[in-house]
């Protein structure tokens, strides 16, 4: 039986939860705060916004760092996995309204990680990310 299933919880990616269009892109990243978490450079951006979805997120994987498509795909497929499974550490932490925070991981590595280093990378990512909006709200 999947772990979904016992705790009554879905882990879902849906296309909802994505950085989709030109000027979102480029706002995430003139604007956006980032940081190092190898194998991945971290940028993340928060803004006021109706909509009802609270996160989005980006994946990129370089073609200057994978030549090959097949590996950049699978890099694509470990990471939305490991932030599919995960992505309830950043969740439970924004229980603030009408704030949206879209997140960009950029892999930085010139050959392929194992889904343990790229969970263990996202859960870290996803963490200091709380950290630092939680930082950012106390001072206000």
């Known amino acids: 039986m999947l772990l979904s299933m016992v705790e009554g919880q879905r882990f879902t990616f849906k296309k909802e939860e994505r950085v989709t269009g030109n000027k979102r892109i480029s706002i995430l990243f003139a604007r956006g705060r980032s940081f190092l978490v190898y194998p991945f450079k971290v940028v993340f951006y928060e803004y006021e916004c ?5 996160v989005s997120v980006l994946i990129s994987i370089p073609k200057k ?3 090959r498509a097949t ?3 699978r ?3 470990l990471v939305r996995e490991a ?24 892999y930085v590595k010139d050959e392929i990680s194992g889904y343990d280093k790229v969970e ?5 990512s996803l963490r200091e990310i709380s950290n630092k909006l939680k930082e950012e709200k106390e001072e206000c």
Do not use: Q, W
């Open 50 to 54: 109706i909509a009802p979805e609270t």
């Open 65 to 67: 760092r994978l030549k």
């Open 71 to 73: 590996a950049r795909n």
């Open 75 to 77: 890099m694509k497929r």
């Open 83 to 106: 932030y599919r499974v995960n992505k309830g550490l950043l969740l439970s932490h924004l229980l603030t309204e009408n704030h949206r925070v879209d997140i960009a991981f950029v």
């Open 120 to 124: 263990k990378s996202v859960c870290r």
